[in-house]
Each structure stands twice: as structure tokens, then as C-alpha cells.
């Protein structure tokens, strides 16, 4: 059996490129960081479609999916690299993630509070307004999750579990730290999107598979300290206990309406982050080695975007082939692969969860990608099926 390759060369590190730069009388740091803190600019959108109704309840869902994608094609690609060995001043990036605990909180149940005090909305408007605020917690809120729960200080890793707690995914930790990361591209991660697999399949499995695997994830780990699963350490308890919290505050603000809207919002999150996920993956498999064995995670077992607007709003999870290469870099020094490298998605992640809806139209696009991929990076495998399957490949010669 071939053995993994080494690993992929990408262009030496060229200075940041944080587009453009306001205020030439702030500190660089802040000035570099400033576009990443361009999610604020969905709050006032949340406000106005909560207190002025109408048509403007969709001004969320509109500017993530449609104004995002243009802004990403005139905005244009982003492919310098930062070092990420120099030492460097993230401060200003990190409060973005820290400070957006409150100020997703605040939104979503401030407008909890608003609307269900108020009698301007009508039911389908309110929906809407909520669905709406699901995008917000959805693909801000959870990857802000994404990139606290990967670092080690641990109160980082708390706001990460509240974030995760807002949207009733608390499971999503244990599952991505433990499960994911470890075994993603191969049949034991159920979060990789197999070839040929549309979403609405997929989300379905992940649903379902999803909080079993974390579980006994966690349960492992528990067992291999000696201790039984119902340790009051197995972070199944905290997750539990946050989710609670959030469904009794919802309750108390909006009684069960406000509960109603509260799991339209989680719901809402709840989906755009595994559509995000399927996008990330989509029929990208590692080589079995036999005897379970798998080769090594590199950059080009996942999809890589460079488009600048969305990695602005999404703090660079579209490099997310150096995430899974090094997942331990905060995002400002996460690193874009080229084409030799890492497979590269047509647009940016706000247009392809949008076409990901659409399966007949994801499989055009996307499949004969996949299709290249392949002959690229493992022109010696023959039969895919096993790949295709989600089944573990027989040993050559079998």
C-alpha cells in the first residue's frame, strides 16, 4: 500500500493582507482586525426588521446569502498568507470572538423581549424575524463556538459552550474536538458529506448520528481515566444544564411563544451550520492503509475558499484546509492553499450553502471536482466505491 504523502509545499508567507485600512491613526493591530469585526453590521439589520416589520424581516437571510456574494465578487480573492511563526499582536482579533457572547445574547432575546411584547409582527413576520436571527447565531455565532472551543484557555472554551447552548447544539463540541477531527475523510466521522450524497440526505444522518458519537466520545475518554460515564465530569452535564437555562429564559420573556421563536432560532443555526459543514468536506476521503488505519489529515482533504468579503464575516473558516492541517492556529493566522495543494471551492461559503440546497444543481457543480480531485491526489485507486459507501476500503489484493 502507498504510504501518505509529505507534506504539501504552499507559497512562502507574504505580509497580511487585511484589505483595506480606516483610520490611519489606529494602532495596526486594531486597523488589521477591523474588517473581521464586519458581523456587527448584522445587529442594526436585526433591529430594524424587528421594529419596522414588513418586507426588512428578511434583511438578515438577504444580506448573508445574496449582498455577501456579491460583495465576495467584487471584493475578490484573498491569497497572501500571514507568518505564522512571527510573533504577532491578535488581541484585536480575539475580542471580536469574546465580546460576541453578549452581543448575540442580547439580540436574540432582546428581540425575544420586543416581539412578544408587541402586536406589529404577525406570526409568519415574527418567524421570519427569527429565522433571520438563526442565520445570525447560526453562521456567526457557531463559528465564533468553532474557534474558543479550539483553544486552551478555558474560559474561551465556556463561551464557546454558551454559544453553543444558545442554539440547543451543545453536543457539537465533543463531536468536533473528538470525533471530526480525528477521523474526518473517513467512514468514522459522520460529519464528512460522501460523494454523492445531497444535503438534505446527509443532514438527516448527521442528526441523527451526531450526538450518539459525541457521547460515547466522551465516554471513552471518561473510561480510559476509570471513570464511570455519569461522572460529573462528562461535559454532557454542563451541556444540559446551559441548554436548560437558555429554554427557561426564553420561556420567561415570551412564554411559549417566545419559546416557539427561540426554536425557530436554534433550528435556523442549527442547519446552516451543517450546511456549512457539508460544503467543507463534501466527498474529500483520506486513503485507507489497512487494518483501520488511515493516512494523515493534510490540507487537501478539505475545501478551500479565498474569497475575502466572506472570510472577513466568517473569520477565515473557508481556509479551512489549514485549519484541519494545523487546527490548533487561531483564525488571523490561518493560511490559504493554492490549487496544487488543496481543492478549491467556486465561490464562498454564503453562495455554496445556498446551491447545497439544490441538490441536482450541487452535484453539477461540484461532482466533476470532486471527480478531479481524485485523479489528482490518488490516481492509483481504481474502485471508489467503498469511498462512495462510507464503507472502510479492503486491503489491495483482498
Not at 448584522?42 to 438578515?60: F, K, R
Not at 475580542?95 to 409568519?124: D, E
Not at 447560526?138 to 442554539?167: C, F, N, S
Amino acid at each position: 500500500m502507498t504510504t501518505a504523502a509529505p507534506a504539501p509545499r504552499r507559497a512562502p508567507p507574504a505580509a497580511p493582507a487585511a484589505g483595506p485600512r480606516p483610520g490611519h491613526g489606529l494602532p495596526a493591530p486594531l486597523r488589521g482586525a477591523l474588517p473581521f469585526w464586519s458581523s456587527l453590521l448584522l445587529v442594526p439589520l436585526a433591529w430594524i426588521g424587528a421594529t419596522q416589520g414588513g418586507w426588512t424581516v428578511a434583511l438578515l437571510p438577504l444580506f448573508g446569502w445574496g449582498m455577501v456574494t456579491l460583495l465576495d465578487l467584487a471584493g475578490g480573492r484573498e491569497t497572501a498568507n500571514p507568518d505564522p511563526d512571527a510573533p504577532a499582536d491578535l488581541r484585536w482579533y480575539r475580542a471580536i470572538t469574546v465580546l460576541w457572547l453578549p452581543v448575540q445574547a442580547g439580540t436574540v432575546f432582546g428581540a425575544l423581549a420586543y416581539v412578544t411584547a408587541s402586536a406589529h409582527l404577525s406570526a409568519w413576520e415574527a418567524v421570519a424575524l427569527f429565522f433571520g436571527l438563526g442565520v445570525i447565531s447560526g453562521a456567526i455565532g457557531i463559528t465564533y463556538a468553532h474557534e474558543l472551543m479550539h483553544q486552551k484557555p478555558r474560559w474561551e472554551r465556556w463561551l464557546g459552550d454558551l454559544l453553543m447552548a444558545m442554539v440547543l447544539y451543545s453536543h457539537f463540541r465533543s463531536e468536533h474536538l473528538l470525533v471530526h477531527h480525528r477521523h474526518v475523510g473517513t467512514p468514522r466521522d459522520p460529519v464528512t458529506a460522501r460523494y454523492n450524497t445531497g444535503f438534505h440526505r446527509h443532514f438527516l444522518r448527521v442528526l441523527a448520528a451526531c450526538p450518539g458519537s459525541a457521547w460515547r466520545a466522551e465516554a471513552a475518554m471518561l473510561a480510559r481515566r476509570g471513570l464511570p460515564v455519569w461522572h460529573r465530569s462528562n461535559p454532557f452535564w454542563r451541556y444540559a444544564a446551559l441548554q436548560a437555562g437558555f429554554v427557561a429564559l426564553a420561556l420567561a420573556i415570551g412564554g411559549w411563544w417566545g419559546l416557539v421563536l427561540f426554536l425557530v432560532q436554534a433550528a435556523t443555526a442549527i442547519w446552516q451550520l451543517e450546511l456549512t459543514n457539508y460544503i467543507e468536506h463534501y466527498g474529500l476521503t483520506r486513503r485507507h492503509l489497512g487494518e483501520g488505519r488511515y493516512e494523515p489529515v493534510r490540507p487537501h482533504h478539505s475545501w478551500n475558499a479565498d474569497h475575502r468579503v466572506s472570510n472577513w464575516l466568517l473569520i477565515n473558516l473557508q481556509r479551512h484546509s489549514d485549519h484541519h492541517y494545523k487546527p490548533d492556529r487561531r483564525f488571523p493566522l490561518l493560511q490559504t492553499w493554492g490549487a496544487d495543494a488543496a481543492p478549491q471551492l467556486p465561490f464562498g461559503y454564503p453562495a455554496m450553502t445556498a446551491l447545497a440546497m439544490i441538490p441536482p444543481l450541487w452535484r453539477r457543480v461540484m461532482n466533476p471536482r470532486v471527480r478531479a480531485w481524485r485523479r489528482r491526489h490518488y490516481p492509483d485507486i481504481a474502485d471508489w466505491g467503498p469511498y462512495n459507501r462510507g464503507e472502510t476500503p479492503l486491503p489491495r489484493g483482498a
